[in-house]
């Protein structure tokens, strides 16, 4: 403002344009903000997320540049759900994630993310929604065929990831090398720059289909299932995505989803609708 060379006459008009924006600003936003806009999203009625190009069958990009696979559905059929039917998927690093949506760049983080304590005090989270493996993949002459077999090999893991976090405190006698995404991992064990790469189990899965890579090691990471990230505070969306969730669950759409993007790996009984965990756990009585 400044710096401008404005006439009296632009002064005036200059002010009172701010104050009408103001006051406009004023009575009716706050009203709008919860009737308009009840999840505090950047753009009312667009959901922006941030997720991973490469992290299939989780969250990737397909040829034409959507974004789709099983946490991408899964988070549309919940948003749906919510009222919002206009979700933005947008690619970023996983180690930029979380903190992107915490400053308000994002609505939501979606990429198969675990649950934990420590991320907690950046973000968040909807309940859980998937709890699987973390797998060491490598190729079939490496020579690795479980976890004993990384002693002074190199083992790439993505940055942030709850790989790394695993193998900087149980993988101590490898070397790890951290890469930015999944992609680039993969090249390095394709070319042998490194010996291995620790990433989630049905991504694992997908590279393996396609490079004829295997699968040296599954660790459980049941502790930490999968939940959708959120700015903190915004408890009306975060308890509109968790009412969403429970929703998808129990009328079998988590199910079908699991089954489409998943074919051939365990049904966990957790996420089944309740009649189903039920009827499994203990079989009804044959009249
Ligand atoms: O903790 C697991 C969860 O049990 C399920 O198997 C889905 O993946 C996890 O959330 C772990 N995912 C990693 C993480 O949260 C890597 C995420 C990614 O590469 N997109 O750090």
């Known amino acids: 403002m400044k710096k401008k060379n404005l006439r009296p006459a632009g002064i005036a008009a200059a002010a009172l344009a701010a104050v009408l924006a103001l006051s406009g600003c004023g009575s009716t936003s706050a009203a709008s903000s919860t009737e308009n806009n009840p999840y505090g999203l950047i753009q009312p009625g667009t959901i922006r997320v941030a997720s991973l190009g490469d992290s299939k069958p989780y969250t990737f990009a397909d040829a034409s540049g959507n974004f789709t696979g099983f946490d991408v559905e899964l988070f549309k059929d919940v948003a749906h759900r919510a009222g919002v039917d206009n979700v933005v998927f947008t690619g970023q690093d996983f180690s930029g994630l979380l ?13 198969a993310i675990g649950i934990t304590d420590k991320r907690k005090e950046t973000v968040d989270f909807s309940d859980g929604y998937l709890a699987g493996y973390l797998t060491v993949i490598t190729t079939k002459t490496s020579g690795i065929t479980n976890v004993d077999g990384l002693a002074g090999k190199r083992l790439g893991v993505v940055q942030g990831t709850l790989q790394e976090a695993y193998a900087v405190k149980n993988f101590t006698s490898a070397s790890l090398v951290r890469f930015p995404d999944n992609n680039t991992a993969i090249a390095a064990v394709n070319s042998g720059t490194v010996d291995a790469h620790f990433l989630d189990y049905e991504a694992a899965k997908a590279y393996e ?6 699968s040296a090691a599954d660790i459980p990471s049941f502790d930490a299932p999968a939940g959708f990230a959120v700015a903190k505070g915004k408890t009306a969306f975060k308890e509109a995505l968790n009412k969403g969730l429970a929703a998808a669950m129990e009328d079998g759409t988590w199910k079908k989803l699991y089954q489409k993007w998943f074919p051939g790996s365990p049904m966990p009984k957790q996420y089944l609708p309740k009649a189903e965990q039920t009827a499994s756990a203990s079989p009804a009585p044959s009249k």
């Open 99 to 111: 903190a992107a949506v915490a400053n308000g760049q994002f609505d939501a983080g979606v990429a």
């Open 209 to 214: 289909d396609q490079h004829g890579l295997v």
